[in-house]
């Protein structure tokens, strides 16, 4: 099996580190701002809600000046680089409009730099190892999602928020220390773009954008599966362990997923990443041991793997070449904004029509855009080899 190109291990320890800062803060946060900053939980949601609307609609922008000056490095230094050199402005907060201003900029970085990575990832592999590239990239980016909170548990009692705040820039700034030395492209030669026409795109493309437009408003918060695991029983000890053996099966596990994807064909792996969905949320629906309910979140981590590294391999696949970025970056600007109605929905209709109920419209959701991606209008060539 031909060895993955540098630039992509190299984007990978880039991930891996800055997911280690990232998930040594995010856990501590809500915390950080109701006990020792005082704020309500009414300012903890408007903290999240500004620092995910600005990830979302930072990426189509990230994406598009990319394309524009025909390089993706510049900005992945500004993407990775504001969360590590404004760490101070969290470490020394003292009222919660500091951990929003912070929570801010971190965020404007998240959605600079996803496209051009993303698009990064794509221009420097062979077609033919998009699966592995993608695979190999978000098993790294979950290795330091388990690793960020194990370590904050450890550090914690020892130096306190503020000391935790201050140590997580230290991978932080190792990550833009990778770019810097080891993340190597060709850029091409800046020319203006044409503007954003629908038409522009190809079909597969444009339905894509649709299937993802039914299945993200039934993509809950994972906050309410860690809930249903404490309905059914677990102490908030045993649900974090449980999260991070999701989130370690979710590492180890996306690369050969991805291996695989390249074997028998990205589309397959993407509808696999759907159904499974499906089952996940159909099984909560109808849990009620504590055992389903950790079988459960455990097979959701073989969805996370499936769907996340194939879904972006399957992407780059049927977008221009030209606008690559463009493309990457409008296509997570749309999910991230349906993602805001999903998880209210999802809580209204636990509190209001049961928590079955919620569960099944998310799988009902999930089956819908099953049946749309496998049933898209295609070429009598175009399988699901694709």
Do not use: C
């Amino acid at each position: 099996m031909p060895r993955l190109p540098r630039a992509i291990y190299a984007l990978g320890w880039v991930s891996l580190l800055m997911d280690i800062a990232s998930e040594m803060v995010y856990p501590l946060l809500p915390l950080f701002l109701t006990t020792v900053l005082g704020a309500s939980k009414t300012t903890v949601g408007l903290v999240e809600g500004v620092a995910e609307a600005t990830s979302s609609l930072f990426k189509v922008v990230g994406g598009r000046i990319s394309d524009r000056i025909a390089a993706r490095k510049p900005l992945l230094l500004a993407g990775y680089g504001a969360p590590a050199f404004f760490r101070p402005i969290l470490a020394l907060a003292t009222a919660p409009w500091h951990v929003l201003l912070y929570r801010f900029l971190d965020r404007v970085g998240k959605g600079v730099r996803t496209a051009p990575r993303d698009a990064l990832v794509a221009e420097a592999t062979p077609k033919e190892q998009y699966g592995r590239a993608y695979g190999l990239h978000r098993a790294m980016d979950s290795a330091g999602a388990a690793i960020g909170p194990l370590l904050a548990v450890v550090l914690l009692p020892l130096v306190g928020y503020r000391g935790v705040f201050w140590i997580s820039a230290i991978p932080a700034l190792l990550a833009v220390g990778v770019i810097v030395f080891f993340v190597r492209e060709k850029p091409g030669t800046a020319k203006p773009l044409p503007r954003f026409r629908w038409r522009g795109f190809s079909f597969g493309y444009r339905w894509f954008l649709l299937v993802s437009s039914v299945f993200t408003p039934g993509l809950s918060s994972n906050a309410f599966l860690i809930l249903k695991l404490s309905s059914l029983g677990l102490s908030s000890t045993q649900t974090t362990l449980v999260y991070t053996g999701y989130n370690l099966l979710y590492a180890l596990i996306s690369y050969p997923l991805g291996s695989l994807a390249d074997r028998i064909g990205l589309r397959r792996l993407v509808a696999t990443g759907f159904a499974t969905y499906a089952l996940v949320y159909l099984g909560f629906g109808l849990s009620t041991a504590i055992w389903q309910g950790i079988g459960l979140f455990l097979l959701y981590a073989v969805y996370s793997a499936a769907f996340e590294g194939s879904s972006r391999a399957y992407l780059a696949t049927i977008i221009p070449a030209t606008e690559k970025a463009s493309a990457i970056g409008l296509y997570h600007t749309l999910v991230g904004l349906l993602l805001f109605p999903a998880s209210a929905l999802f809580g209204f209709l636990w509190e209001h029509a049961g928590v079955s109920t919620a569960f099944f419209t998310s799988a009902a959701l999930a089956g819908v855009a099953l049946v749309l991606f496998v049933l898209e209008p295609r070429t009598p060539a175009a399988t699901l080899e694709a």
